[in-house]
């Protein structure tokens, strides 16, 4: 019995009650707050993956939209007449030089996946230049790599090769000192380019019988690995627009070079 002027305090089994309700409470909150910090942190590093594709993919179409092949390709050597020994074609170069026209695009797998590149020559900024208007002719190639040598991992790289440095351009010996990756955790890199009629898969300015200059567009599949390890693919085209200023182009199935 409590007496005049005492108050009944909390019992034992009381204040467990509360504090395991508490509890309770407190984990259901700290768990809504945890997810939404790991949905908040996920969308975040998507958005940031999803921004470098786009950027890597930004930096390629504006690259070939300032591509300058050379506007008159090499013509072909007339049909022999018959009973005559034709002109055997010439080997295709191993090696180019920046102060010629080129767009060379190849087909390039490893374990199935395409791996493609393409090179092709545009005015450069020279990286030594103090203004915008110090330019140089060259050779810009993208291609895909080990971002190590011990890595498993896969980048996308841009190579340029300027003229004036005296260099030549050799799509197989990339020189990763005048490289700069793009983009790291790439799954894949396709390129297709269009001749007026269809889709090809390989493009080459230098075999003047069947390749006009360069082509009229450029699609571009790139993959990327993402954080989860899922595969992300991003798809562009891209206008080649000096193509169509050149005078009299015509195409067809397979490209022909321009009078």
Known sequence: MIGPGRQRGFTLLEIMVTLAILGIVLSIVYG???QTIAGKELAERRADETSSARAALGRIALDLQSARPQTVATPAPPTPPAGTTPTPTPARPT??????GLFLGRVRTESGVPLDDVAFTTWLRRP???TFGATDFGIVHYFVARVAPESERLG???ETI?????DSFDPDQP???NSTLIIAGVSGFDLRFFDGRDWVQEWDSTDSRNFAPAPLAVEVTLGVTNAQGENETYETAIDVPLME????PKFGARPTPHP
């Open 245 to 248: 200023y050149l005078k009299g």
């Open 156 to 158: 996308l790289y841009r």
């Open 128 to 130: 030594t230049a103090i």
């Open 95 to 100: 090696t180019y030089v920046p102060d010629r």
């Open 32 to 34: 809504v707050f945890s």
């Open 175 to 177: 020189n990763l000192a």
């Open 162 to 166: 300027y003229a004036l440095a005296g």
